[in-house]
């Protein structure tokens, strides 16, 4: 049973922007965060050091996976130590006029030891948002050794990104299912060395095939009327045990799980804006409106309507317009 291949089923790259940069010793860069998922592959050259706010600064060797799943905060340079220049006025100087839209090729620093790199900025779907990324920690780093298609996968990204620097036709969509190719391997990564460790999270419960089954069957059939016991049926364990387990792998229990994924689910239609609201409901596994809109203002903190027209309005400000469900 590959589970992970279940829950990242839909998680699509909604558009991607790709850029190679030349930085040369003492180089620094800080970025007060961007709105999608940044990976970065470091090709060549002099290793470098990459710091989240809370966290201790990361040196990056040739070959080596960089990925910030929610575009945190944060700073990167040839030491630890360096100065560094705002991320967003080096490409204001560099790239006037509208960003986000096109490759990009960036030459930075003093002019000493080089090193080059290869990067991807995603933006990905409302259900990978809520569901992958959001339990991730702000910064995951693949060394070279760990990833076995590391040399594939790097020699893909950096040819992509060669390709896409002369937005030959098919560049855009190419750089999206890469990056949901580099997603996949560095999550796979990321849940081999969960496995064991003390973090909560249903990375840890795929590793439990009984808890594994339960999370398949839920993520197969959303709609359906699951409860406690018909889940521990399908995991074949007492409902005391299958509770008690659950919560101790996932963080949550087995019906507060499969609320969020159900939000999650909803927030992807809203989003996309295809459908009307009674479907969205009925694809959640509501019968009700109103219930269904109280589970999500509670989950979202807005209400359907309110939720969709604040994602109307960032997808139309990112370029990917949608609409509203009629009757949201």
């Not at 760990?146 to 002369?166: C, I, K």
Request: include cysteine; hydrophobic fraction near 50%; charged fraction near 20%.
């Amino acid at each position: 049973m590959d589970v992970l291949s279940e829950i990242l089923a839909i998680c699509r790259a909604e558009r991607a922007v790709t850029a190679r940069f030349h930085l040369f010793a003492p180089w620094g860069l800080r970025s007060d965060g961007v709105a999608g998922s940044a990976i970065i592959r470091m090709a060549r050259g002099a290793p470098w050091w990459i710091e989240v706010a809370g966290r201790a600064p990361v040196c990056v060797a040739p070959g080596d996976l960089v990925m910030l799943p929610l575009g945190a905060p944060h700073r990167m340079g040839s030491a630890p130590d360096v100065p560094a220049v705002p991320f967003a006025e080096l490409l204001a100087q560099r790239t006037p006029g509208a960003r986000d839209e096109a490759p990009l090729t960036l030459r930075h620093g003093g002019g000493g030891e080089a090193c080059e790199m290869f990067s991807a900025l995603l933006w990905f779907s409302a259900y990978c948002r809520h569901s992958v990324l959001r339990i991730l920690p702000p910064l995951i780093h693949v060394r070279a050794s760990e990833l076995p298609m590391a040399g594939s996968l790097a020699g893909t990204m950096e040819a992509l990104v060669t390709e896409t620097l002369a937005q030959r036709p098919g560049w855009r969509l190419s750089a999206s299912r890469m990056g949901e190719l580099l997603l996949v391997n560095i999550l796979r990564e990321h849940l081999l060395r969960a496995v064991g460790s003390s973090d909560a999270g249903w990375w840890r419960a795929l590793s439990d095939p009984a808890i594994a089954r339960a999370i398949t069957h839920m993520h197969r059939d959303p709609a359906r009327a699951w409860t406690v016991e018909a889940l521990a049926r399908e995991a074949a364990m007492s409902r005391s045990r299958f509770s008690e387990r659950f919560k101790a792998l996932v963080g949550d229990t087995p019906m507060g799980y499969l609320g969020a994924h159900r939000m999650a689910l909803a927030a992807e239609q809203l989003e996309a804006g295809r459908l009307p609201l009674a479907q969205v409901v009925q694809d959640a596994g509501y019968e009700s409106d109103k219930v269904f809109a109280r589970a999500f203002r509670r989950w979202a903190g807005l209400s359907p309507t309110a939720y969709a027209k604040r994602e109307l309005a960032r997808r139309a400000a990112m370029g990917t317009p949608t609409s509203v469900p009629a009757d949201a």
